[in-house]
């Protein structure tokens, strides 16, 4: 497509819940990132995909947190058992090669209340 | 630690009244410092990249330069069309991250 794609805009979910983030990166994007940016705040690395590279998931701050990519095609970031914490804007970003000026999506919104 | 510190936090100006954002980093082995625009609503959006001290880059009214240890993104008589929040990310050694700054919101009022 023509930018990286991410739904849902907006997620409210209960807390306890599992949620699913979509991320459909520019077709031919090698690399691709997940961050998380609070209110007020930058954005935190989470989780680097590279091709067929076992992905970074350095950041990942809990293992109620994962992420899966398909290739070089769309990737989830799941969270289960969201927490209040968790609420945040969730950006997708991919690159052709990686190290460069990245193209972000608009994000999802996730409350959980 | 590599680390990104934006200041200031916030900043109101008077179209036209030109003024420097500033960003300030520490990381081993700089590979690129990066810029970014961030509406409302939206995700960044990719200004410039810099990668050794003395690199200036320009787009219309915005300029950005960098120094070992900071670097400014200069706004030349900038126009209400340029609010936004400003994101700094700097790459280090390690070519799978990239630190963020909280970034600057830059208000300019008619």
């Known amino acids: 497509g023509a930018g990286v794609s991410q739904s849902p805009s907006n997620k409210v979910t209960e807390k306890g819940k599992d949620v699913e983030l979509r991320c459909d990166p520019i077709?031919?994007?090698?690399?691709l990132y997940w961050y998380r940016q609070r209110l007020g705040q930058g954005l935190e690395f989470l989780i680097y995909f590279q091709g067929n590279s076992a992905p970074d998931k350095s950041g990942l701050p809990s293992d109620r947190f994962s992420a899966e990519r398909t290739g070089e095609s769309v990737s989830t970031l799941t969270i289960q058992r969201t927490q209040q914490e968790d609420s945040a804007v969730y950006l997708c970003?991919?690159?052709?090669?990686?190290?460069?000026?990245?193209?972000f999506g608009s994000g999802t919104r996730l409350t959980v209340v | 630690e590599d680390q990104v510190t934006q200041s200031p936090e916030a900043l109101r100006l008077q179209e036209g009244e030109s003024s420097s954002l500033n960003c300030s980093y520490t990381v081993s082995g700089l590979r690129g410092l990066f810029w970014y625009r961030q509406d409302p609503g939206k995700g960044p959006e990719f200004l410039f990249t810099?990668?050794?001290a003395g690199e200036e880059k320009e787009k219309e009214r915005l300029k950005a330069t960098l120094t070992k240890k900071e670097s400014f993104l200069h706004i030349t008589a900038p126009k209400p069309e340029d609010s936004a929040t400003y994101l700094c990310?700097?790459?280090?050694?390690?070519?799978?991250?990239?630190?963020f700054g909280s970034g600057t919101k830059l208000n300019v009022k008619p």
């Open positions: 810099l990668y050794s």
């Open positions: 077709s031919g994007h090698t690399a």
């Open positions: 990310a700097v790459q280090g050694r390690d070519f799978n991250k990239f630190y």
């Open positions: 970003a991919s690159s052709p090669t990686g190290g460069n000026g990245y193209t």
